[in-house]
């Protein structure tokens, strides 16, 4: 993800030597940007820790007999002690962070980044849509087109680019945690 506030040049996470492009190009990257996304998803499963309601640990009626099996998750129970909700902070933050970076790369070779040649700069279309260009390289005066793709196909354009990301992630996620969990996926998935 390539933040456009920064002075780092990005980096085209799809080209081979990871060639430097103009900022707001689909696929590059910067340090800044990924460590961004990374702190994004980390926010977002802190946030979830404190305001969604896990199974707790040591849940204990008011007549003092113990609710459930009592036990943390990580020691074979069904409760969410402060391991069982730290590793769902790292598991949510890594996999945020690899869901921005797969939407670099699918951007980069799915979506089309076109230039205005002379300013030099990343064309946007309203709304996430496709930028326009010409089907001929020169215009009916004999001047050359002001707009090139600089990267990618245009296959997708942004919406379907975060459609897919999103799709990708999801489907992944829950087969990442039938694996783990040794659940069949008829137990998911219903």
Not at 7 to 22: A, D, G, H, Y
Not at 44 to 61: E, H, K
Not at 73 to 94: D, F, T
């Amino acid at each position: 993800m390539a933040d456009p506030s920064t002075k780092e040049k990005p980096r085209l996470l799809t080209s081979w030597n990871f060639r430097t492009v103009p900022p707001g190009t689909n696929g590059g990257v910067t340090i800044l940007g990924t460590s961004a996304g990374f702190l994004g998803a980390s926010i977002i499963a802190l946030t979830s820790v404190v305001l969604l309601p896990f199974c707790p640990v040591g849940l204990v009626s008011r007549t003092g007999r113990a609710i459930g099996d009592n036990q943390p998750g990580l020691q074979g129970g069904s409760g969410w002690g402060l391991q069982e909700k730290a590793a769902w902070v790292v598991a949510i933050s890594l996999w945020g962070g690899l869901g921005s970076l797969l939407d670099s790369a699918l951007g980069g070779w799915l979506q089309a980044s076109v230039i205005d040649v002379r300013s030099g700069k990343v064309v946007e279309g309203i709304g996430g849509k496709k930028v326009l260009l010409t089907s001929s390289h020169l215009k009916q005066d004999g001047s050359k087109n002001s707009r090139q793709v600089e990267s990618g196909i245009s296959l997708l354009d942004n919406n379907g680019v975060n459609l897919l990301m999103a799709f990708v992630m999801s489907a992944g996620g829950i087969l990442v945690s039938s694996y783990l969990w040794d659940l069949p996926l008829g137990t998911i998935m219903p």
